[in-house]
């Protein structure tokens, strides 16, 4: 139910517990990706509309529907609906060193879609880029770091799918030949795939419509009208994934939405998303920029698809929740100050310590204190003061000992 208190429909608070999986993710992946040699790149979240327009292409449903853009001044302006086309930007323009980097972010992404179970207005992605090295390898290796990110979050169960959209030069074959397959049997096709054939022939490959994918089911793929070197390109990939023992499916369906992609194509899927299955996508890529064209290969996770997946796995945000740590309960003025000095000096050397900031009942504060979770109590009074002393106790064994302060800090 919306109230005053929630955020805009589609997006999230994201808090504790399930925050701690999140920084769990976003510190593994940052181990990953410094294992290969890629670096952090934190872009603006705004940009000119026509930084996304002109790498993705604006007959793309996310440019031509779901684009949060306007126009404070002389330029139009668009929230980032995906990582790609502002890291490029970047890399653009840092000349020779740009052509050969290899980035990641992790980000927040806004589309104004229909909002719907694993589909946000603003959801966040883990994502890379590497320019330069245009080969089948390149494309190889980035599918395995995904891999090995997947992995090290502890997500089981993902399927690998790739395809290919081929050179350039195959878009037309391919859309020639397509349309000819499909047009006897074009009043078969859902109304949108008969304005498709001839407008995107591609997106009627990928309609969801069953009768749609049936007709397609029976048509050439739009790999047998690529060029043999296309071809022997995919077949190069899966080869060198296959060497690695990564286990993908050649899917010729898998068509990525965007205008950008060359050569692989990729998405990965999880059974526990449901409708909206996809985790991720990837592929190589060719984006003009001035006269250049630069050549890439990337991926993004959805890190709230992710999630849903990890939690099917049975990994949740509770899991890595920080150490409870400490709480100091204070009986009286003189203790309580005491405490707020031992306090730093825990928190000093890195340990969650929290107490009550003013004089209450032992009680209250003990209520306190297993409310906050902590491992160990210390409680002190003035006699406590005076010796030199502290009661520690173990919450979860319910036992108390007296130490000696100065041993409990050391050890602590
Ligand atoms: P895309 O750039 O559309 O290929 O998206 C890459 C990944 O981002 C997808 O596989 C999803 O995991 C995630 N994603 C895309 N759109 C949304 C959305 N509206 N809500 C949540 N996650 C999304």
């Known amino acids: 139910m919306a109230n005053e208190f929630q955020p805009l429909q589609g997006m999230s608070d994201i808090y504790a517990p399930e925050i701690y999986l999140w920084r769990m993710m976003e510190e593994r992946a ?18 000119k509309l026509s930084v996304f327009k002109r790498s993705i292409g604006d007959t793309t449903d996310v440019v031509k529907k779901e684009m949060y853009s306007f126009k404070p001044s002389k330029h139009e302006l668009a929230l980032r609906p995906e990582g790609t086309a502002g890291t490029i930007r970047h890399l653009a323009g840092r000349g020779e060193e740009g052509l050969n980097a290899r980035v990641f972010y992790i980000a927040p992404m806004f589309r104004y879609e229909r909002p719907q179970a694993g589909r946000k207005r603003q959801f966040h992605q883990v994502g890379v880029e590497a320019t330069g090295e245009a080969n089948p390898l390149a494309d190889a290796e980035c599918i395995a770091m995904q891999k090995n990110l997947l992995d090290a979050w502890g997500l089981t169960g993902s399927k690998i799918q790739i395809s290919t959209r081929g050179e350039p030069s195959d878009r037309k074959p391919v859309a020639e030949g397509l349309r000819a397959a499909l047009r006897p049997f074009e009043n078969e096709l859902c109304e949108d795939c008969q304005r498709r054939i001839d407008e995107n022939v591609l997106r009627v490959i990928d309609c969801k419509n069953e009768s749609c994918g049936k007709i397609v089911d029976q048509i050439p793929s739009a790999i047998e009208f690529m060029s043999p070197a296309s071809r ?16 993908v499916t050649v899917n010729p369906k898998l068509i990525r939405g965007l205008d950008y992609y060359v050569h692989t194509v990729w998405e990965i899927s999880h059974s526990a998303l449901g409708a909206q299955d996809a985790l991720a996508g990837g592929g190589r890529y060719e984006i003009a920029l001035g006269k250049k064209g630069i050549p890439g290969v990337g991926f993004a996770i959805g890190f709230e698809r992710a ?3 990890l939690n099917a796995c049975g990994i949740t945000g509770e899991q890595f929740a920080p150490d409870g740590g400490i709480w100091l309960v204070s009986l009286g003025e003189a203790a309580l100050k005491e405490n707020m000095k031992l306090a730093r000096e825990l928190r000093a050397k890195g340990i969650r310590c929290g107490m009550e900031l003013e004089a209450k009942s032992m009680k209250a504060q003990m209520r306190k204190a297993s409310r906050s979770g902590a491992n160990t109590v210390v409680i002190r009074g003035d ?9 520690v106790k173990d919450m979860a064994e319910g036992s108390q000992q007296e130490i000696s302060l100065e041993e409990f800090v050391r050890d602590a």
């Open 232 to 247: 022997d390109y995919l077949d190069q990939v899966v080869e060198a994934l296959s060497a690695m023992d990564i286990e």
């Open 383 to 391: 006699e406590e003061l005076e010796k030199g002393i502290a009661v």
């Open 30 to 47: 940052r181990a990953v990706f410094n294992a290969y040699g890629y670096d952090e790149l934190r872009t603006p979240s705004l940009e």
């Open 307 to 309: 999630i849903m997946a």
